[in-house]
Nanobody, 127 residues
Framework: QVQLVESGGGLVQAGGSLRLSCAASGRAFIRYTMGWFRQAPGKEREFVATIKWNGGSTGYTDAVKGRFTISRDSAKNTVYLQMNSLKPEDTAVYYC????????????????????WGQGTQVTVSS
């Protein structure tokens, strides 16, 4: 069983920055594709960013390209989401997610492709 614990959310003004962290349990972390999703009130959960098991490939939704950066530190079993130039429309609960062992090159953007989820962390961007 994989446990994911997010941290780093909070309240920030538009144009500001936040860095989210997701700590994962288990030695198998190095083999997992990791992703970030978000869900705003009244909306469906949407893909934000993903990073392959070796950190070699990443993917982003168009709305955050150039502003958000996903990275991972396998020594610390942690994945990060650096969020810059935040906008009010970025306000949402952000969730960390992990697949099982995944050595494919496929960029996974669908929530159904992820097996493990964190509890979420709130990000609020004021105008």
């Amino acid at each position: 069983q994989v446990q994911l614990v997010e941290s780093g959310g909070g309240l920030v003004q538009a144009g500001g920055s936040l860095r989210l962290s997701c700590a994962a349990s288990g030695r198998a972390f190095i083999r997992y594709t990791m992703g970030w999703f978000r869900q705003a009130p009244g909306k469906e959960r949407e893909f934000v960013a993903t990073i392959k098991w070796n950190g070699g490939s990443t993917g982003y939704t168009d709305a955050v390209k150039g502003r958000f950066t996903i990275s991972r530190d396998s020594a610390k079993n942690t994945v990060y989401l650096q969020m810059n130039s935040l906008k009010p429309e970025d306000t949402a609960v952000y969730y960390c997610a992990a697949t099982g062992t995944d050595y494919s090159s496929w960029i996974r953007t669908q929530a159904l492709e992820y097996d493990y989820w964190g509890q979420g962390t709130q990000v609020t961007v004021s105008s």
